[in-house]
């Protein structure tokens, strides 16, 4: 409690930033090369080096013993072979590849990594590599006065994180998610730092507690851990894309998520029983409000015991489950680690006579109080564990379920500290050691035990794993929601340089609680909301115990018609933002981005907070606060059509914009396409109808996109059953060229053709339709076969 009064500031509590208090790693008393690694000895410590490709340098430190470089939960390539040069040069070595040019200076070990064109990466000069005795290690590196900060996954704040210090530890944060609330629930220790206009990475694969630090010093910044070896990848760049590439190539990218998940999602904590599920159920299709999932929160249960159903609550889940998927919704119910110490409770009895739960050394369980009360905690770091795991899941798979949510995976407990001891030895497949340092990725470990059992039982579907907590590498299991944020314009505001950042982080499927989880929602904001909601890759409306309701149509006739629209023009976007996660899929490409991204030489988008861009052609500038009707919408270069009015609005300048409450600023890049479809009705959402829109450009402009599009629930993609076009839209003064310059995959979808649509053709201009001139410009079509 004292935490929060002047106590805090006691003269005391000063803490040293100088890092004096460091040992330095010293000189480099010896280099041997074994295969492609450089393996250092200096005076206080060791370190190697290695090349994972051209374009990825890993360093390792290990102050008392060689670097182990297995120990990665997050990386799962290894060095691929590749050719580089060394040479001594005036007692410096120089390595280099196509990519990177690496000098390690001896005296002291300073290491300077430069790109091919000579442009400074990393750069260290009075500090390096250091450590402490209690076992804290850490590396400072130069910070030019241009440089800017981007990643560090889910952090509350502005999207550029110079003068921030952040904090690595999976914590569960009810409230207040403040600009200096921090730690949150994800730990990524990662970062993409553009540096006049050019970007590299770095990603400090670290469990332990880790800290960063770009505030302390004018000149310098640093990360640090509370333990383990300083274990770091550099990553060239040079472009944003490129990073996030290198970074997604190392922790690997999402699967290709099914397309009901891209879907709206309706959740409350809780809906508790079976007829207010389906009464909820039956209201979306009464009102002919598009509604993919509900989600069944901790009321479902039998007394919080996971793998269970409270019968009297729900009498019947089978039957409700598969009424539902009848009316075009899937039920996606929550798990939590916590597993209620019951002798009775068979989940408990295997896990104690399994020996799969968490403990302490000399040998007796971990206990922390959860929701059902004391509670013994699975031991995710063992592979047997995992796997048990996964296989208790066909208790939802064979009631149809398809999803799974998982919650407190920090994990959380009610307690001091709000987690497990960190003295709890976990068995690590073969490793043991502690929570310390294995609690940032205690969720990972169960999203993958998660993920890998509901895809076993699920024999072809595809799973949707949702989670509170993760690590680096996250995305290959899970959707990622921000957690318990509230209903205040100030989270709608924050949440999105919080979704840009995660998708720099490689988190491409991520978004907050729409409407805000705790505190009472009202319906403006609530519109205003699900309007940048029915754009962020999740979209999800969630609420918390004792707060306003705020389904759609909780305010009154004139708010639900809008919610209406905007949640409808999610389905009319999919073909849209399906390609973008296929994108995503293959290249670790953020579906929602920052400007910059696209426009890396432009300062202006650099902090931009307000702005986001779908792909790379898309603009919103929705409304964040209340009463406002007009924004400053700040565009980049080229012209931009304001998707509503059709009107254009040039770039590089800003615009004062217009948005009553029913609308939502989009604007559509000048000279490039996106494809559509339209609203059905909640049974029949794989409509039999495509629109490819263009927006005619000026002379010169070229654009090209890849369409994809496959049954979007199936594995039948990975056997070529897909449709994958490329796409060249070219503008010409009397000509708008539409061509497919290549074809790909066996799909056959419900729509037998496209249809284009053109926006803003000249009367002078033709059409030329994949080489052919067309006369009827009204009634173009591609054929899909
Ligand atoms: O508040 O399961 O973040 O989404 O509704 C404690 C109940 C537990 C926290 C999650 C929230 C969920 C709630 N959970």
């Known amino acids: ?38 393996q250092l000895t200096c005076t206080n410590g060791f370190v190697t080096l290695c090349f994972y490709t051209e374009s990825i340098l890993r360093i390792v430190m290990n102050p008392t013993s060689q670097p182990d470089l297995n120990l990665s939960n997050a990386v799962n390539v290894k060095p691929v072979d590749i050719s580089f040069s060394e040479k001594d040069y005036e007692g410096a070595l120089l390595l280099k590849t196509k990519k990177l040019e690496v000098k390690l200076e001896k005296k002291p070990l300073r290491i300077t990594v430069k790109d091919e064109n000579s442009r400074v990466l990393v ?58 609330t921090d730690p949150l629930y994800e730990s990524i220790p990662y970062f993409m730092t553009l540096r006049n206009g050019k970007a590299h990475g770095i990603f400090f694969d670290n469990t332990f507690r880790t800290f960063f630090d770009m505030k302390s010093e004018t000149d310098r910044y640093s990360f640090s851990a509370e333990g383990g070896q300083l274990d770091y990848y550099v990553l060239a760049g040079a472009d944003p894309k490129n990073v996030l590439e290198q970074y997604t190539y190392l922790t690997g990218r999402m699967p290709l998520p099914p397309k009901w998940a891209i879907g709206y999602h309706q959740s409350r904590y809780s809906y508790e029983s079976e007829a207010e599920v389906r009464e909820l159920a039956a209201n979306f299709l009464e009102r002919d409000i598009p509604v993919d999932v509900i989600h069944l929160d901790i009321h479902y249960m039998n007394g919080y015991r996971v793998f269970t159903f409270d019968r009297d609550r729900f009498p019947n ?39 799969n739960f968490c403990k302490y050394i000399e040998g007796d369980i971990y206990f922390g109080d959860v929701w059902p009360g004391k509670s013994a905690f699975p031991d995710f770091t063992e592979e047997k564990v995992r796997k048990w795991w996964g296989e208790k899941h066909a208790f939802y798979t064979d009631m149809g379920i398809e999803g799974i949510w998982n919650d407190m995976n920090e994990p959380a407990v009610f307690n001091e500290t709000k987690t497990m001891d960190t003295s709890v030895m976990h068995r690590n497949d073969g490793r043991p050691t502690t929570h310390k340092e294995l609690h940032n990725v205690y969720g990972l470990l169960m999203g993958k035990a998660t993920y890998e059992g509901m895809k076993d039982q699920l024999q072809g579907k595809r799973p949707f794993l949702l989670t509170r907590a993760g690590y680096s590498g996250v995305q290959r299991y899970a959707a990622v929601w921000t957690g318990d944020n509230r209903s205040f314009w100030e989270h709608l505001q924050m949440s999105l340089p919080m979704v840009m950042n995660l998708g720099l982080s490689g988190v491409a499927f991520t978004g907050p609680d729409v409407g805000g989880f705790a505190h009472d929602t009202n319906p403006e904001l609530l519109v205003r909301w699900t309007q940048v909601g029915a754009f962020t890759p999740y979209f999800r409306n969630h609420s918390a115990l004792n707060t306003t309701y705020q389904e759609p149509w909780q305010f009154g006739e004139k708010y639900e018609a809008i919610m209406k629209k905007y949640i409808q023009m999610r389905y009319e976007w999919m073909p849209q933002l399906y390609s973008l996660f296929f994108e995503a899929s293959q290249s670790g490409l953020p579906v929602m981005r920052p400007l910059f991204m696209e426009y890396p030489d432009d300062e202006r988008t650099y902090n931009l907070n307000d702005e986001v861009m779908i792909g790379d052609n898309v603009l919103l500038a929705p409304i964040l606060s209340p009463g406002v009707t007009d924004r400053a919408v700040y565009l980049p270069e080229g012209e931009w059509m304001l998707w509503e009015t059709g009107e254009f609005y040039e770039g590089n300048r800003s615009h004062l914009i217009h948005a009553e409450l029913a609308d939502m600023p989009l604007f559509v890049k000048k000279g490039t396409a996106i494809m559509q479809t339209n609203w059905i009705s909640n049974q029949e959402k794989e409509t039999k109808q495509r629109s490819m829109k263009v927006v005619a450009g000026n002379p010169g402009d070229v654009y090209s996109f890849t369409y994809y599009d496959d049954d979007g629930e199936t594995y039948a993609y990975e056997k070529g059953d897909y449709l994958k076009w490329y796409i060249e839209i070219k503008s010409e003064k009397d000509a708008i060229h539409v061509t497919i310059l290549d074809k790909e995959g066996n799909y056959l979808p419900p729509y037998k053709e496209v249809n284009i649509v053109l926006i803003g053709l ?5 059409v030329i339709l994949n080489g052919k001139m067309t006369e009827d410009t009204q009634q173009l079509k591609l054929n899909v076969l």
């Open 123 to 180: 750069e260290e000069q009075e500090r390096g590599m250091a450590y402490q005795n209690n076992g804290e290690i850490r590396v400072w590196k130069q910070m030019e006065e241009s440089d800017h900060f981007y990643g560090f996954g889910e952090k509350s704040g502005f999207l550029d994180k110079r003068g921030e210090k952040y904090e690595m530890w999976n914590t569960d944060v009810y409230a207040p998610h403040n600009p200096e």
């Open 1 to 38: 409690m004292l935490e929060d009064t002047s106590f805090a500031i006691l003269p005391e509590n000063k803490q040293d930033t100088t890092g004096n208090h460091y040992l330095d790693i010293g000189n480099v008393l010896s280099i041997e090369k074994q295969q492609d690694m450089f």
């Open 762 to 766: 000249k009367p002078s201009q033709n």
């Open 317 to 355: 889940p089978e039957k409700l489950i598969a009424d539902l998927r009848e009316m075009g919704i899937r039920v996606v119910p929550i798990v939590d680690p916590g597993v209620k110490q019951d002798s009775a409770y068979p989940i408990y009895q295997e896990g104690v006579q399994g020996d």
